[in-house]
């Protein structure tokens, strides 16, 4: 058992409690979080402007993307999928142990418990199936030529086999079905049956570019030319409302949702789903801004992520969320900031299927501690100077463990 001492705790819970000078009691999972509570063997304070607050969760990487630094193009979607199709194979190649283990290595200082990873090919399996970080393994099915079908899920099912044979209480798994684009619809119902089954959680790229949005309305513009230069396919499979609909029942997260428009916003809310919203990656590929007044608005829950490095710089979560406030400038930074928090946190989880992102009796020690430079004497703006002034932590714990 240990107890720990800070100048702030925010728990993350559904008031947005933050204590001072409290204290939190934890083993395996937490105990109790308040004020003077029972002693113990391990206490430790952690002395002036100490912040104590779940550990942060990145809902949506790609690791086998790690090795990307200068390759892949910037600055327009389909160029940069024009570039992936390039480099994929050698970037693959060139991300084995040493580049997973720095990936994670980053998310870890920034004070990141778990993630949430899309594969495509099992390849990473190996490499990051003891990683001291949680893990939610998303087995990505990708396809739309009919006659690839049958080998593409057998491809997928054995895969997916792999990663539920080593299932334990930090690796658990996922289905991904990249997006209504690039998935035959009957790949799609066979591989959402699957989730249902097992009930696993599923994570879908939805909306992403204007290209898209385009494709999926009209069957024209950038996409019908690169789906005539690669795949001789030049018909869109799915209407996006009647792709959200299939979800209904699952767990699913719907990644970007720049272009989604109102109605499919509301199905998104319906069907109980949530959004991961990653501005960086949004921005490098240029395809614009996530309206997040309007998923507020509209209730949805949405998480923060960082992508995968073949979409951004770093995997540093505390510097996603500081990117995400200065973007969105429409909104306000202090009550975005809370928001921003929620969404690394306590709402991350949620999407994950996990028991952690709050403080609360019960729910895994998954914890961080850190430092702000001076007091913060009104804690209505706590959550904007920690986004501020935060890039590493202190101490990171992972089911009561420092890691
Ligand atoms: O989220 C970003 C941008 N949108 C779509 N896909 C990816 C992203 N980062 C990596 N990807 C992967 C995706 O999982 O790139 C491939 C898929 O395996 C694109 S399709 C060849
Ligand atoms: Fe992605």
Avoid at 191 to 208: C, G, S, Y
Wanted: net charge neutral; aromatic share 8%.
């Amino acid at each position: 058992m240990i107890k720990l001492k800070a100048s702030y705790i925010l728990l993350m819970d559904e008031k947005y409690t933050i204590l001072k000078d409290a204290e939190i009691l934890f083993d395996k999972k937490i105990i109790e979080v308040g004020h003077n509570l029972p002693k113990c063997e391990k206490e430790i304070d952690l002395g002036t402007n100490s912040v104590i607050m779940p550990a942060l969760i990145n809902s949506h990487t790609h690791l086998e993307f790690s090795h990307n630094k200068t390759h892949l193009e910037y600055g327009d979607f389909i160029i940069w999928l024009n570039s992936v199709l390039k480099h994929r194979e050698s970037l693959f190649v060139n991300c084995k142990g040493d580049c997973f283990k720095k990936a994670i290595d980053e998310m870890k200082k920034s004070g990141v418990c778990a993630f949430g990873e899309i594969s495509s090919t099992g390849d990473d399996l190996k490499y990051i199936k003891h990683s001291p970080l949680k893990i939610v393994y998303f087995n990505e099915i990708i396809g739309t030529n009919p006659a690839a079908l049958d080998i593409l899920y057998q491809d997928f099912l054995a895969r997916l086999d792999e990663s539920l044979s080593i299932q334990n209480e930090k690796f658990k798994v996922g289905i991904s079905i990249h997006s209504p684009y690039s998935v035959h619809p009957i790949l799609i119902d066979k591989i959402i049956e699957i989730a249902k089954t097992k009930n696993l959680p599923i994570q879908t790229h939805f909306m992403e570019s204007k290209a898209e949005r385009r494709w999926l309305d009209e069957g024209e513009g950038e996409f019908k030319l690169f789906f005539e230069k690669h795949f001789k396919n030049a018909k869109p499979l799915i209407k996006p409302l009647e792709f959200i609909e299939k979800f209904k029942n699952t767990k699913t997260t719907f990644i970007h949702c720049v272009y989604a428009k109102d109605e499919e916003f509301e199905k998104i809310k319906e069907i109980k789903a949530s959004i991961a919203h990653c501005p960086i990656s949004n921005r490098l590929l240029n395809v614009g801004l996530l309206d997040l007044e309007k998923v507020k608005n509209k209730s949805i829950d949405y998480s923060v992520a960082t992508d995968g490095l073949s979409s951004n710089y770093s995997l540093n979560l505390f510097k996603e969320i500081r990117t995400s406030l200065l973007m969105h400038i429409g909104l306000h930074p202090k009550y975005l900031a809370k928001d921003l928090l929620k969404a690394v946190t306590i709402n991350a989880a949620k999407s994950l299927g996990l028991n952690n992102g709050s403080l609360e009796t019960g729910k895994d020690a998954d914890i961080i501690t850190f430092k702000l430079p001076n007091i913060v004497k009104d804690i209505s703006n706590l959550p904007l100077q920690i986004i501020l002034h935060t890039n590493e932590v202190d101490k990171l714990y992972i089911n009561g463990k420092e890691v």
